[in-house]
């Protein structure tokens, strides 16, 4: 998007312990395509005492005022308005041409949501003038909102991961460089969507396969994670270092439990595994049978998903890399903006490519 629009990314507000007064700092970031975006996040003071939570509603005015005093300043015409969670309604204040809602995720299933956030979603969403879905499940629930909804999946940048199809182009990085195949890998966030005791069966199954979850891990107590000799945690690491991890993959595991919180998950990591050719493995989740089932290995209970890891380290179906290279295609990013950009101008928009402008962070303070 970055290519074709002048964009300011609005990160939550944070506290600034040197801060006597609230302020906006802009900070311009260069893109690895060549493009620029600015970075906007307002720094709240705090006293020792008394710590504003990260996004805390308190700070909402005080955001909304600045960012028309950036956007003003800053000659933002009329922008598009892009709110990826109904907590940010109130920014719908702010004069724009278009309000696009991107429903990344059902975000009220989530451990520690915000009691208001059904209701904010009610109000937010028949305003939009488009609101895009990150997945078949999303959709059909959002579209009974606002007709103008749009089935718009997980993308994926497929030069980054599909440099893991070479495993020789990575030495195993630690702990995998002590570990011997088969290497059972996952990697992303490990929460109270991870189905625990499959995790534990497959460890207590198999000795022989080292279970490697790669993330951080949040809103559950780490202590409670199953623990056999065979299961390793290596916490989180860059998205730029995962291509090395995932080369040593044998199979690539998606084991979310099925519960209120998967119901609509549409995990982007499916993707990207398969950006690698690497044999994929999950659990129910919906959205994964509906968009990747032609592929990727589905099992409906612990039984069944063990009995595909197996099956993928004997063997991999054949006419699997053609199909995986259809859907890569279909969900690359250029494609996905491609399409979002039809719905959002009225002709095709083609602007010249611009030259990134020296890195200098600005701040907005109140007057």
């Known amino acids: 998007m970055a ?18 007064e609230p302020q906006i700092e802009v900070t311009p970031r260069v893109l690895p395509n060549g493009a ?3 970075v906007a996040r307002l720094l709240v ?7 504003i939570g990260h996004g805390d509603p308190r700070t909402q005015p005080i955001y909304q005022a600045l960012l028309n005093k950036y956007l003003k ?3 933002y015409q009329q922008p598009i308005l892009w709110l990826y969670t109904p907590m940010a309604h109130d920014f719908t204040s702010i004069p724009h041409r278009l309000l696009v809602v991107d429903v990344m995720d059902q975000l009220s299933a989530f451990k520690g949501a915000p009691h208001d956030l059904v209701d904010y979603e009610a109000q937010l969403l028949p305003k939009a003038d488009v609101v895009f879905a990150g997945g078949t499940s999303l959709f059909h629930d959002k579209k009974l909102f606002n007709q103008h909804t749009y089935c718009f999946p997980s993308g994926v940048e497929i030069e980054h991961f599909a440099r893991a199809a070479n495993r020789d182009a990575f030495a195993p990085p630690a702990p995998l460089d002590t570990l011997s195949a ?11 969507r991870m189905d625990m005791e499959l995790i534990r069966t497959m460890a207590q199954r198999h000795p022989e396969w080292n279970i490697v979850l790669l993330g951080p891990v949040v809103k559950i107590d780490a202590a409670e994670l199953p623990q056999a000799f065979n299961l390793h945690y290596p916490g989180m690491r860059s998205y730029a270092d995962l291509p090395a991890y995932l080369a040593h993959f044998d199979v690539a595991l998606i084991p979310f439990a099925l519960n209120k919180s998967t119901r609509y998950l549409s995990p982007t990591k499916t993707l990207e595994y398969m950006a690698a050719h690497k044999p994929v493995v999950s659990t129910a989740i919906e959205d994964v049978r509906a968009l990747y089932g032609e592929v990727v290995q589905i099992g ?9 890891v ?13 199909k995986e290279r259809a859907l890569l295609v279909q969900h690359s990013w ?3 903006v491609a399409g979002m950009l039809v719905l959002l101008e009225p002709r095709p928009v083609q602007l010249p490519r611009r030259v990134p402008a020296p890195i200098q962070t600005t701040a907005v303070k109140v007057s």
């Open 73 to 75: 300043a800053n000659r």
């Open 182 to 192: 088969p290497i059972i890998g996952y990697f992303g966030v490990i929460d109270e």
């Open 310 to 322: 197996e099956q993928s380290l004997k063997c991999s179906s054949p006419d699997r890399l053609a």
């Open 45 to 51: 003071p705090a006293a020792h005492d008394e710590w």
């Open 36 to 38: 620029q975006i600015n």
């Open 3 to 20: 290519l074709t629009y002048r964009v300011l990314f609005v990160e939550e507000p944070m506290t600034a312990m040197h801060l006597r």
């Open 300 to 308: 409906s209970t612990h039984d069944e998903f063990i009995v595909h």
């Open 334 to 336: 250029d494609n996905i």
